[in-house]
């Protein structure tokens, strides 16, 4: 009796352990969804492209039109802050978008934008530029994600933004004109942006 006692103690233990190890597997599993990274807005995510991206470029200089894919679209200015404390400046851009089509849609920062550096490196729009926007902008200067584009009509405003390295004044602007498809990123239109493109920030912007 004895003997039965102290081996139903042992197989008692070990389901415990085996209980126990299970639990602990599960505590450190980690979903993406536990990962947050702020280079995405919290309610949209990036849009898988159909095919080639950027098949057909379409250059053109800031301030100048480019029509592609029934849209007008034209980079008005860059806009860029002073340092912030980790000694990066956000950048924004003043655009102006002309949908000709008789449907509205909406565009994002995030699908639709993207800046890249002389390097080949590219950035995308992060929600702290977005943040310090709707916080600091003065009241109806800035369009956060999404924006609409109505029909027959035009968006213009401020939109972003981007974070880069104090310093970095180099870079070219892409915009891909997909309407009312957010995967249709066969055409992009590229602008470049030098220092003398740039505009910074003027207290009559904020609030």
């Known amino acids: ?15 415990a352990a085996s209980s126990a190890v299970s639990c602990g597997n599960k505590k450190k599993s980690t979903s993406t969804s536990d990962v947050i990274d702020d280079s995405i807005s919290f309610s949209e995510t990036v849009s898988t492209p159909e095919g080639a991206v950027g098949e057909k470029e379409i250059k053109v200089n800031i301030d100048e039109e480019a029509d592609e894919n029934d849209t007008v ?21 003043d655009v102006t978008i002309r949908n000709s089509t008789d449907s509205s849609y909406t565009l994002s920062t995030l699908n639709n934008f993207y800046l890249e550096l002389p390097d080949g490196e590219k950035v995308y ?14 009241d109806g200067l800035y369009s956060s994600d999404p924006f609409e584009i109505p029909a027959s009509g035009e968006f213009s405003g401020i939109i972003g933004g981007f974070i880069l390295a104090d310093g970095q004044n180099e870079f070219t602007v892409g915009f891909f004109p997909t309407k009312a498809s957010p995967n249709d990123k066969a055409s992009v239109i590229t602008i470049d942006v030098t220092a003398n ?11």
């Open 73 to 93: 679209f034209k980079l008005n200015s860059v806009i860029i802050t002073e340092p912030q404390d980790d000694n990066n400046r956000f950048v924004y851009c």
């Open 197 to 207: 493109d740039i505009k910074t920030v003027t207290s009559d912007m904020l609030k």
């Open 125 to 138: 729009s992060n929600i702290r530029t977005q943040m310090y926007a709707l916080n600091n902008f003065a």
């Open 1 to 15: 009796m004895k003997k039965f006692q102290i081996t139903a103690f042992i197989l008692t233990a070990v389901l």
